[in-house]
């Protein structure tokens, strides 16, 4: 059974930092397209940041103009795990943040073609 569990999320004053981390069993990520996705109250979720698969020691990385130079998604393949670590928060960046895997080669920022969804992470950044 394949599961993406996400972890780090909580409560933050703006400017400040978290790490979230998912841990994937039933799977392995150094196979897969990995992404994080976030979806705030009354909004649609969306793409924040996504990391291809490690064929090789080379990866790429893509991210959301929103976060662009704060968010830095990364993967420890030997752990299983895909991390977000996100500096200089803002209240927009309020959200529930969602990992997800795809099999795919590339980078994969389209929500309906991840094939696997962690149960998300409440991260909320206050003023």
């Known amino acids: 059974q394949v599961q993406l569990v996400e972890s780090g999320g909580g409560l933050v004053q703006a400017g400040g930092s978290l790490r979230l981390s998912c841990a994937a069993s039933?799977?392995?990520?150094?196979?897969?397209?990995l992404g994080w996705f976030r979806q705030a109250p009354g909004k649609e979720r969306e793409f924040v940041a996504a990391?291809?698969?490690?064929?090789?020691?080379?990866?790429?990385?893509y991210y959301a103009d929103s976060v662009k130079g704060r968010f830095t998604i990364s993967r420890d393949n030997a752990k299983n795990t895909v991390y977000l670590q996100m500096n200089s928060l803002k209240p927009e960046d309020t959200a529930v943040y969602y990992c997800?895997?795809?099999?795919?080669?590339?980078?994969?920022?389209?929500?309906?073609?991840?094939?696997?969804w962690g149960q998300g992470t409440q991260v909320t950044v206050s003023s």
């Open positions: 997800a895997a795809v099999v795919a080669i590339g980078i994969v920022t389209t929500l309906g073609e991840y094939d696997y």
């Open positions: 039933g799977l392995t990520l150094s196979r897969y397209a």
């Open positions: 990391i291809s698969w490690s064929g090789g020691n080379t990866y790429y990385t």
